[in-house]
């Protein structure tokens, strides 16, 4: 590949092989192969860019922007965007964009990812192909105060599934503040934006409590299908 420096850090151009690419560049094209993205959060007004043309590639690590801009954009392949940290388009005073124009896709995380936005904007925008979304709690769509998390997938039968974690008044399910669900800090600050919306296919929802259209304390969460 080759590396330059340019006005918003480190641009690199990769190969059409098998690549393996470190977090450190703010803008990363690559023109195809099967390559693997080591992520990490985008801090400080940083900017953490990916425009991938082709090929099944693997994310890992975390993404989440946190005063700063993280974007991937992938043309094609079946991709897996596995997080082992927050991110997949979330975002805390920040902005993080996920588009996907192709392929049967995977998506996975445990906490605050796919389409999550506090004080800014998270959103995941798929658009084909069977895609799986998995995690444990708090995303697939979404907003807490003065944020937005939207997840739109256009088209293809796929499959949202939120595991939830324990409840601690123990009401009889799981927590799961996905799906399309905003939440508001009651008596102090009112809630954001949670959109999740899929357009076309036989699609499966599966989550527990708080979810699926769920807005609490001036929150508004929306589950569009």
Known sequence: GTAFASAIGTVFIGTRGNDRHAPDAALIIDPGGDDVYERAPARGGAVSVIV??????EYRGSDVALRGLSAIVDFSGNDRYAMQGPGLAAAIAGAALIIDFSGNDSYEAKFF?????????????EFGGHDRYRMEAWGQGLGLAQGVGLVWDRSGEDHY?????????NRGGGLSGAQGAAFGY?????GGAGILRDDDGDDLYEAQMFAQGLGYYYGLGLLWD
Do not use: K
């Open 52 to 57: 991938d043309l082709g090929g099944n590639d």
């Open 161 to 169: 599934t939120v595991a939830g974690v324990a409840d601690v008044f």
């Open 186 to 190: 009651r008596g102090r600050l009112g």
């Open 113 to 125: 990812a796919q389409g999550a936005g506090a004080f800014g904007i998270g959103a995941l925008i």
